[in-house]
């Protein structure tokens, strides 16, 4: 019941939006605490397989920038599926991540020309909001896949920021039951992501009890920069045993900064995204570990969900992809590029 | 003088010839490309960088460089937003905004005048400068929640046209006056051109160039609103590399980074030039890497055509 009446509010609340031409009617979204929200790895059990989109079918993406592994291995999953069922995809991406206007002008210039739906990746949170509303005023539906929220979006597929520092806590909380000092580099302040990763280690590892966050910095998701804190950091504190890195660049600069101390033995290093940088790192004893949110998985995962929204299925709001702790036990688990054995484990786990 | 302005009006004209050709070009690709909705579109997408460049291309005209436009645009647009979401009324909050890009102006020109730097790094310092005070008064996070009185001002049309074009149209005839019809424009020419014949011709070369860092403050404060008025948010992180598409823009226009040359209408045509590429190119689906291969070739091509024509005049 509850079910349906939410469902009638936000059908009313579109046909609202599309008569006012305003996104004021939606609460501002929170992608990590939304209530009307699944798991991935529900979407088959709730709403069937994955209905065949029709003959022509065109979707648009728009990421941040091509130079940054993720964006491009997001684009990979969406043209996966695209490949496979015969969709038109047009990928797009900005020249850098903070041409935002640059990005603002491509989602507009792809809304004109007839798509049946838009996957943007904002700069911001707010640089792609004139496109998201010409978007619903001409009815092409649009996903905000990962990273930044729009605050007015109506489909958000993504990753649990919050869950990624939640999960590297809990490895310490199995790993040193006797606790410690504990250190973490932030990303660039004021980002979403950076915060709610923070959040989520700090909050948990706090839970705990046995352990102290002795610093907490930004590093502006630089490798040089997270080298420089890290080692400050390990002067200030010899008996530190772990670093939680908001990403992978950072995760690998703290590495060379515990390297360089000689402390490679009892500091644990974590980052988060699981590029490829990082699984070599990981494999090579360096890195202890890293979480994976499997970009080319959310690609096909988000390309999925814009192929359900077509077909008119009830969707909550918010989609959650899949990311796992990837440490040298289950690392070449997680490796492989065969996207059918990667969901077979990730839905075993 | 006259040969001055003859010269400038045949570069326009060779600049407008050049946005003719792309056009053309991309006409002949996408049957997107020559509907009324994505020319507006352009222009619509253009009027940011025509903003910026405008107060630009009056201080490279004057000799001088502004990069501190992009962060001057973000403080203002954060404090003008502050404002706007305090209930401060939209005028008030808009003139307070605009208040605040002069003065990052005036900080400049008084460094630069009275204090004797280099325009260059004075604005390389402002860069970081008023960046950094965009990002502690926010604490890094956008404002959100702009009243829908403002943001009717930004995203309401006049005859079809956006707002924002009919604001920046009118105020490139401004800038376009000022520069060709009044005192202050010849100053900026003769400071520009020559600063030691200027004042000893009694220019107020002091003054002169205080104004063409003001202008170029507010400029950006005005891109500012309109920026913050279409998103519906104000990002302390806005602007990133605003000076370097506004500074393309009037090179491509035919402003001399010596300083003593540069015209309105042409760096207008060189906004809509880059404007025109980067719609064309998507609308291609070129990749970005290309699109800024493209936007670098027009830059140098531009440059060159400029060489060539002025030896021949020369």
Partial sequence: MKHILKGALAVSAIALSLTMAQAQDLAPLNSDSEPDRMDWSELDAKFGALPPPAAGTKVGGVSKTLTNEYWRSLGEGYQNVATKLGVELVYQAAQNEGDQLGQLSIAENLISQGFNALLFSPQSDANLVPALEAAKAAGIPVLNVNDAVIPSAEHYVGNVQKGNGVNVANWFITNRPDGGKVAVIEGQPGVYAAGQRTAGFTETINAAGKFEVVASVPANWSREEAFNAAATILQQYPDLIGFYANNDGMALGVVEAVKAAGKAETVAVFGTDGVSDAYAAIRAGDLTGTVDSFPVLTGEIAMEVSLRLMAGQPLPRVVATPQ????????????????????????AK | MKTVFSRIRFRDAGTLLGLILISAVFAAQSDTFLTTPNLVNILQQSTINACIALGMTLVIISGGIDLSVGPVAALSAVL?????????PVPLAIAGALAVGVACGFVNGALITWGGLQPFIVTLGGLSLYRALALIYTGGTPIFGLPDEFRALTNGTLMGIPNPVIVVGVLAIAAWVILNKTPLGEYFMAVGGNPEAARIAGVPVTLTKMAAYMISGLMAAVAAMILIGRLGAAEPTMGTLWELDAIAAAAIGGASLMGGRGSIPGTLIGCIILGTLRNGLTLMNVQAFYQLLATGIIIIVAMLIDKVTSGKEG
């Fill in chain 1, 324 to 347: 796992a702790l990837i440490t040298k036990d289950n690392v070449e688990t997680y490796a492989t590029t065969d996207m059918a054995a990667l969901r077979a484990a990730l839905l």
């Fill in chain 2, 80 to 88: 003008g937003a502050a404002m706007l979401v305090a209930g401060v």
